[in-house]
């Protein structure tokens, strides 16, 4: 639950400006994290020292289920003469550390990210007649937040967020998001680290689609190149009714060339998927992952879940190099990539006890799989085959309903346990499926109805005798039993 005030308003707000007038005693009555970026607010907004702000009536370190202690919203003259409309420019406070008494965030010294290392900002335009700025861009915030929080995942420029909705709740077509660099605000040195900004970018479904095939970042380039989508700000207009695509059909083509000249930046995704065993017999329930009620599924080991994490972390990453990262057996079950070790791991077990050592789980070569996949999940599969495999790359599907995983990979991705030899492999609940790129040019074909999934009727089924591999398309209430 939040409250709309004046960043002036009695409670933590908004300081005065640094330099020379502010009161001597400041620093110790307010958060030198939140003083420190409020300092880049008032250097943008000099004229705007008290915007409107929402705020967390119970903080999150008190138990409140919002992770951001502020949003605060400044109105954004834009530039007319460069195409940039008038606009709300919304920023967040709470990803990054606003304390440094370990109450949110563990400090980690200085030179690293404060806190996650990165606050949200969004700018919407602004409607004519408007006098206040709309609230909901904040409660989508606050959802990502809690994303972030809950998941240990960090974004990063050119990440996507698919929605599936609009963003205001309204009727647009406004309903995923891209991420990037906010265009103004600029990277502070706080006393508990580095923070950096990143601007939300509603985009629509086709949009979205074309970062996923291609790569955020060439999209947000497309957008930047298109007033109405988004101009050199990229401002978001909820009221837009056309794609990038449709405003300009030049712009697929250049997305087409870019797919295939680049492949996909896309390595990774959280979905419902899940595979079985074919080649041992179903009562075998101690390496089956045919997983039956009442029975306790094998969990992935901390450093596979690592192994995955690190891949689907760098999803999006421009130029990824074809090598799985490697298991460190040096390295803890917390994740600790630029953060303190304390953090769970996003695809860690809830309870760590349950997690079968990584030393004891021995990797089998399995002569049959069946692998299984929900709609949205599997219409990804031809971007996975032809974005990444035949550009000597790696695609993990990671299940969001159980914890397991399933990864292709090429002939050229080193790190892999699965071999030409034996290209289907499990090192637990981890699957990994190499695929030659004749096999792969044999199942494009074959799987060329999923680029238009709504045409064919659930649950559909894809089989490879020759291969002892079967993919079937189920409906999402089957991922949702306690079967899977």
Same mark, same amino acid.
């Given at each position: 639950?939040?409250?709309?005030?004046? =960043?002036?308003?009695?409670?933590?707000?908004?300081?005065?400006?640094?330099?020379?007038?502010?009161? $001597?005693?400041?620093?110790?009555?307010?958060?030198?994290?939140?003083?420190?970026?409020?300092?880049?607010?008032?250097?943008?907004?000099?004229?705007?020292?008290?915007?409107?702000?929402?705020?967390?009536?119970?903080?999150?370190?008190?138990?409140?289920? *919002?992770?951001?202690?502020?949003?605060?919203?400044?109105?954004?003259?834009?530039?007319? =003469?460069?195409?940039?409309?008038?606009?709300?420019?919304?920023?967040?406070?709470?990803?990054?550390?606003?304390?440094?008494?370990?109450?949110?965030?563990?400090?980690?010294?200085?030179?690293?990210?404060?806190?996650?290392?990165?606050?949200?900002?969004?700018?919407?335009?602004?409607?004519?007649?408007?006098?206040?700025?709309?609230?909901?861009?904040?409660?989508?915030?606050?959802? %990502?937040?809690?994303?972030?929080?809950?998941?240990?995942?960090?974004?990063?420029?050119?990440?996507?967020?698919?929605?599936?909705?609009?963003?205001?709740?309204?009727?647009?077509?406004?309903?995923?998001?891209? %991420?990037?660099?906010?265009?103004?605000?600029?990277?502070?040195?706080?006393?508990?680290?580095?923070?950096?900004?990143?601007?939300?970018?509603?985009?629509?479904?086709?949009?979205?689609?074309?970062?996923?095939?291609?790569?955020?970042?060439?999209?947000?380039?497309?957008?930047?190149?298109?007033?109405?989508?988004?101009?050199?700000? %990229?401002?978001? *207009?909820?009221?837009?009714?056309?794609?990038?695509?449709?405003?300009?059909?030049?712009?697929?083509?250049?997305?087409?060339?870019?797919?295939?000249?680049?492949?996909?930046?896309?390595?990774?995704?959280?979905?419902?998927?899940?595979?079985?065993?074919?080649?041992?017999?179903?009562?075998?329930?101690?390496?089956?992952?045919?997983?039956?009620?009442?029975?306790?599924?094998?969990?992935?080991?901390?450093?596979?879940?690592?192994?995955?994490?690190?891949? %689907?972390?760098?999803?999006?990453?421009?130029?990824?190099?074809?090598?799985?990262?490697?298991?460190?057996?040096?390295?803890?079950?917390?994740?600790?990539? *630029?953060?303190?070790? =304390?953090?769970?791991?996003?695809?860690?077990?809830?309870?760590?006890?349950?997690?079968?050592?990584?030393?004891?789980?021995?990797?089998?070569?399995?002569?049959?799989?069946?692998?299984?996949?929900?709609?949205?999940?599997?219409?990804?599969?031809?971007?996975?085959?032809?974005?990444?495999?035949?550009?000597?790359?790696?695609?993990?599907?990671?299940?969001?309903?159980?914890?397991?995983?399933?990864?292709?990979?090429?002939?050229?991705?080193?790190?892999?346990?699965?071999?030409?030899?034996?290209?289907?492999?499990?090192?637990?609940?981890?699957?990994?499926?190499?695929?030659?790129?004749?096999?792969?040019?044999?199942?494009?074909?074959?799987?060329?109805?999923?680029?238009? $999934?709504?045409?064919?009727?659930?649950?559909?089924?894809?089989?490879?005798?020759?291969?002892?591999?079967?993919?079937?398309?189920?409906?999402?209430?089957?991922?949702?039993? $306690?079967?899977?």
């Amino acid at each position: 639950m939040a409250e709309l005030r004046p =960043s002036g308003a009695p409670g933590p707000a908004a300081p005065p400006a640094p330099g020379p007038s502010a009161p $001597p005693a400041f620093a110790s009555l307010f958060p030198p994290g939140l003083h420190a970026i409020y300092g880049e607010c008032r250097r943008l907004y000099p004229d705007q020292p008290n915007p409107l702000q929402v705020t967390a009536i119970v903080k999150y370190w008190l138990g409140g289920p *919002d992770p951001l202690d502020y949003v605060s919203m400044y109105r954004n003259m834009g530039s007319p =003469s460069a195409n940039i409309p008038e606009h709300w420019h919304y920023i967040s406070f709470g990803l990054s550390d606003l304390y440094g008494d370990s109450r949110v965030h563990e400090f980690t010294g200085t030179d690293g990210p404060s806190g996650f290392g990165f606050e949200l900002t969004f700018r919407l335009k602004r409607e004519t007649g408007e006098s206040a700025p709309p609230t909901w861009p904040a409660e989508l915030m606050q959802g %990502l937040a809690r994303y972030v929080f809950q998941s240990e995942n960090t974004f990063c420029s050119g990440d996507h967020v698919s929605w599936h909705s609009p963003l205001d709740n309204s009727e647009s077509r406004i309903q995923h998001m891209l %991420l990037t660099e906010d265009p103004q605000m600029q990277p502070v040195q706080t006393p508990f680290g580095v923070v950096t900004f990143l601007q939300i970018v509603g985009v629509c479904t086709e949009e979205l689609h074309a970062a996923q095939q291609w790569n955020g970042q060439g999209i947000l380039e497309l957008l930047r190149t298109v007033p109405v989508a988004g101009g050199p700000w %990229l401002i978001t *207009d909820m009221r837009r009714g056309e794609t990038i695509f449709e405003i300009d059909p030049h712009l697929q083509e250049r997305v087409d060339k870019g797919i295939e000249t680049d492949g996909s930046n896309l390595s990774g995704v959280s979905a419902k998927c899940a595979w079985d065993d074919l080649s041992r017999p179903p009562e075998d329930d101690e390496d089956s992952r045919s997983i039956c009620i009442g029975t306790q599924p094998r969990r992935l080991s901390g450093k596979d879940t690592e192994q995955i994490r690190e891949t %689907l972390r760098r999803g999006l990453e421009i130029n990824s190099k074809p090598v799985l990262p490697p298991i460190n057996p040096q390295r803890q079950n917390g994740f600790t990539h *630029d953060r303190a070790p =304390s953090r769970k791991d996003s695809l860690e077990s809830d309870s760590s006890t349950a997690i079968v050592p990584h030393e004891l789980i021995r990797t089998r070569q399995l002569e049959s799989v069946h692998l299984k996949f929900n709609q949205e999940s599997g219409a990804l599969i031809p971007l996975c085959l032809r974005g990444r495999l035949l550009h000597g790359r790696h695609f993990t599907y990671k299940s969001i309903t159980g914890d397991m995983a399933i990864t292709f990979v090429s002939t050229g991705v080193e790190g892999a346990f699965a071999t030409e030899e034996h290209p289907y492999a499990a090192h637990g609940p981890w699957l990994q499926i190499l695929l030659t790129e004749e096999f792969v040019e044999k199942m494009l074909e074959d799987l060329e109805d999923l680029t238009s $999934p709504e045409e064919f009727k659930l649950p559909k089924e894809y089989s490879w005798p020759e291969k002892k591999l079967k993919v079937s398309i189920l409906p999402d209430v089957v991922f949702d039993s $306690p079967l899977h």
